[in-house]
């Protein structure tokens, strides 16, 4: 199915723990984005990668880490997870006319 | 800090009433876009407006963006219901493609 894809939906994990979000995205846009939405806030910008091999830092990487060796895939790695990393992420994707398609988010929850 | 910042943070209005949100931002965009989001899930785009346009229209919304003053707003004609939603302005800058979000308004249209 064409789109932008996040997985996992929902995940619980314990403190100290390394977690993977998942980010795929079918349209071979060059840019992808990593938000992070904390409740009742707007989203604030964690990495964002302009093409394969080329990341950079958004307002808020501390803890954070992303790759991109193909176009279509841009995980984002908390290397060792942090109660206040509890918030649900958005991954994006932007082609050629700046419109941002999202994904349908993931729940974190870090215990 | 946000790049943008929406005003008012909540809106509620009756249905068949206009709607106005409006956005400052900080820096030189390229584009300005509007989002919404339906409580739990991703954003979907609205409208973009280019930093050379003044008025935009589609359907019901009209965007206006004042580059002097560094503002936008959206305005939702004839509100119903469905329209119930956070409403996020994002710009990217001159720059290049790196897209900030404000914090959003949060509208309710009552029946």
């Known amino acids: 199915d064409a789109g932008i894809t996040q997985s996992p939906r929902y995940k619980i994990t314990e403190t100290g723990r390394q977690v993977t979000l998942m980010c795929h995205q079918t349209w071979s846009h060059s840019y992808m984005f990593w938000y992070r939405q904390d409740l009742g806030h707007g989203l604030r910008l964690i990495y964002y990668s302009a093409a394969a091999d080329i990341t950079d830092k958004g307002e808020v990487p501390d803890g954070y880490v992303v790759s991109r060796s193909k176009t279509e895939n841009f995980p984002l790695t908390l290397e060792s997870a942090t109660r206040s990393q509890t918030s649900v992420y958005f991954c994006?994707?932007?082609?050629?006319?700046?419109?941002?398609?999202f994904g349908q988010g993931t729940r974190l929850t870090v215990v | 800090s946000q790049q943008g910042e929406e005003d008012p943070q909540a809106l509620s209005i009756q249905e068949g009433e206009n709607a106005t949100m409006n956005c400052s931002y900080k820096?030189?965009?390229?584009?300005l876009q509007w989002y919404r989001q339906n409580s739990g899930r991703g954003l979907v785009h609205l409208i973009l407006?280019?930093?050379?346009?003044r008025e935009k229209h589609s359907g019901r919304l009209r965007v206006t963006l004042d580059t002097s003053k560094k503002s936008s707003s959206l305005l939702i004609t004839a509100s119903r219901a469905a329209d119930t939603a956070s409403y996020f302005c994002?710009?990217?800058?001159?720059?290049?493609?790196?897209?900030?979000f404000g914090e959003g308004t949060q509208l309710t249209v009552n029946p």
């Open positions: 994006a994707s932007i082609g050629g006319n700046t419109e941002a398609f």
């Open positions: 994002a710009t990217d800058g001159t720059s290049g493609s790196r897209l900030t």
């Open positions: 407006i280019r930093s050379n346009e």
């Open positions: 820096t030189s965009i390229n584009n």
